[in-house]
């Protein structure tokens, strides 16, 4: 029966116990863990119990790790999941970690990718095709991002967004022959994520010949 000999409180964000069992072994447990389970020096656990107890707390250090992610920026579910794994966290925990903030409306990946859509367009705007790709990225599902981003062209010509790239793009490589500008050009438009139509429909507007 595992037997705690030492019990510390280790100063960090989030604060953690150390504790020391009887044959040396360490374990970080969180503050809720420790209080749930009344754990003290010199306290006996029987086995059964303590299995029941780790894996509970690793689900609670793995929600505290979520929130922390959580504070810096919104992030997708799978996002959350990505880091909590490269974290090494176990996969039943992980789960459970994100169900809880699911249950709480912390982790919603519709408004996520609107959110992310409208950062985009005010900061970065592109073509749909290219943020259709950075929503795919950061494991948005392609039934939310779809109708989030016809709605969003509805309201911004994806059209229009390209003529403004192309016009800034025409001031900086003005001294660039024009067969070269206009390769350039289409390669620019390419990487913006523009199909095909909008960058031929560029291409034979006078104004950008």
């Known amino acids: 029966m595992p037997t705690i000999v030492t019990m510390k409180l280790k100063r960090s964000r989030p604060e953690r116990f150390v504790i020391t069992m009887a044959d040396e072994t360490q374990y970080l447990i969180a503050p809720e863990t420790a209080l749930k389970y009344h754990l003290a020096p010199g306290v006996d656990i029987p086995e059964s119990t ?3 107890l780790l894996a509970e707390d690793e689900i609670q250090r793995a929600k ?3 929130l922390r992610y959580l504070e810096i920026r919104p992030h997708s579910e799978q996002e959350l999941i990505r880091k909590l794994r ?7 925990a992980i789960e459970a970690a994100i169900n809880d903030l699911k249950q709480v409306d912390l982790i919603n990946d519709h408004r996520f ?4 859509i409208e950062t985009e367009m005010t900061l970065r705007p592109v073509g749909k095709r290219l943020l259709l790709q950075k929503l795919r990225e950061r494991g948005i599902p392609d039934a939310i991002s779809t109708d989030l981003l016809e709605e969003t062209f509805k309201k911004h010509s994806e059209s229009q967004i390209a003529r403004q790239l192309t016009a800034k793009f025409l001031k900086r490589h003005f001294h660039k022959l024009p067969e070269k500008r206009k390769a350039a050009l289409v390669r620019f438009l390419n990487s ?4 095909w139509d909008i960058i031929q429909e560029i291409l034979e507007d006078e104004a950008f010949q």
């Not at 490269?86 to 039943?92: F, T």
């Not at 990718?113 to 992310?116: D, G, K, M, T, V």
């Open 192 to 195: 913006k994520g523009f199909n």
């Open 50 to 52: 303590f299995a029941r």
């Open 86 to 92: 490269q974290k090494r966290y176990n996969p039943p």
């Open 64 to 66: 505290d790790q979520a």
């Open 113 to 116: 990718a609107r959110q992310y």
